[in-house]
T-cell receptor
Framework: AQKITQTQPGMFVQEKEAVTLDCTYD???????LFWYKQPSSGEMIFLIY??????QNATEGRYSLNFQKARKSANLVISASQLGDSAMYFC????????????FGTGTSLTVIP | GAVVSQHPSWVICKSGTSVKIECRSL??????MFWYRQFPKQSLMLMAT?????????EQGVEKDKFLINHASLTLSTLTVTSAHPEDSSFYIC?????????????FGPGTRLLVL
C-alpha cells in the first residue's frame, strides 16, 4: 500500500491566490512526522514545513500552512498569496517508527502559478 | 536549517568510467546521510543510508558494488558510480538528518545530474 498519496499530478493557481495541495498518508504508528518539500526546476529539494503527529496546532511557516486532519490521515499544504516563484514540484513525505531513518515520499504535485 | 552541498552539480562521462559524487554538510556534523536517485518527473527513490564510520545500508535492488558509498568523516559522504552505463544517467541527491529534535528533518543537497554517454 502507498504510504503517501498525492492525487494531483498538476495544479494551476492564479498569482496572489491561495492553493491547496493534497496529501494523504497511511501508517499504523501513533507517532510520526509529516513534511513538505519544494523542488524547483533546478532540482534542489527545499524543506518547507513539518507537522508532528502529536502537534495539536497546524504548522505554519510564513505563507505555508499545513492543514493536518489526523482522523482523515491528511496533511494538505496550503500556500497563500501565490507567487510566480512558487511554481515547482511539491512533495509530501512521512517518517514513522517503522520507516526508521527513511522518508516515504509521495509522487509529487507540479504547481504552476499563472501571472 | 542545515546546509548541504554536493559536487559536482553536473557530470557527463563515457560509458565504463567511474564517477564520484561528494555530499558535504557545511554547518553541522552528520552521522547519517542519505543517497537518493530521481528519474525525470518521478519521486525520489532512496538508494542507501550512509553511516559515518560504518558500512552503508543499501535498499533492496540497489547494487552495493555498483554504487559505492563512503562516509569517512562527519561532514562528508561520497557516492561512486562504478563502470557507469547510460541507464545510470539520473539525478542523484543526498540529504542529511537535521539536528533538531523534530523528527530529524532531512535537508537536501542541490543534487548532481549524471549523464553517461
Amino acid at each position: 500500500a502507498q504510504k503517501i498519496t498525492q492525487t494531483q499530478p498538476g495544479m494551476f493557481v492564479q498569482e496572489k491566490e491561495a492553493v491547496t495541495l493534497d496529501c494523504t498518508y497511511d501508517t499504523s504508528d501513533q507517532s510520526y512526522g509529516l513534511f513538505w518539500y519544494k523542488q524547483p526546476s533546478s532540482g534542489e529539494m527545499i524543506f518547507l514545513i513539518y507537522q508532528g503527529s502529536y502537534d495539536e496546532q497546524n504548522a505554519t511557516e510564513g505563507r505555508y500552512s499545513l492543514n493536518f486532519q489526523k482522523a482523515r490521515k491528511s496533511a494538505n499544504l496550503v500556500i497563500s498569496a501565490s507567487q510566480l516563484g512558487d511554481s515547482a514540484m511539491y512533495f509530501c513525505a512521512m517518517r514513522d517508527l517503522h520507516s526508521g531513518n527513511q522518508f516515504y515520499f509521495g509522487t509529487g504535485t507540479s504547481l504552476t502559478v499563472i501571472p | 536549517g542545515a546546509v548541504v552541498s554536493q559536487h559536482p552539480s553536473w557530470v557527463i562521462c563515457k560509458s565504463g568510467t567511474s564517477v564520484k559524487i561528494e555530499c558535504r554538510s557545511l554547518d553541522f556534523q552528520a552521522t547519517t546521510m542519505f543517497w537518493y536517485r530521481q528519474f525525470p518527473k518521478q519521486s525520489l527513490m532512496l538508494m542507501a543510508t550512509s553511516n559515518e564510520g560504518s558500512k552503508a545500508t543499501y535498499e533492496q535492488g540497489v547494487e552495493k558494488d555498483k554504487f559505492l558509498i563512503n562516509h569517512a568523516s562527519l561532514t562528508l559522504s561520497t557516492l561512486t558510480v562504478t563502470s557507469a552505463h547510460p541507464e545510470d544517467s539520473s539525478f542523484y541527491i543526498c540529504s542529511s538528518k537535521g539536528t533538531e529534535a523534530r523528527w530529524e528533518t532531512q535537508y537536501f543537497g542541490p543534487g548532481t545530474r549524471l549523464l553517461v554517454l
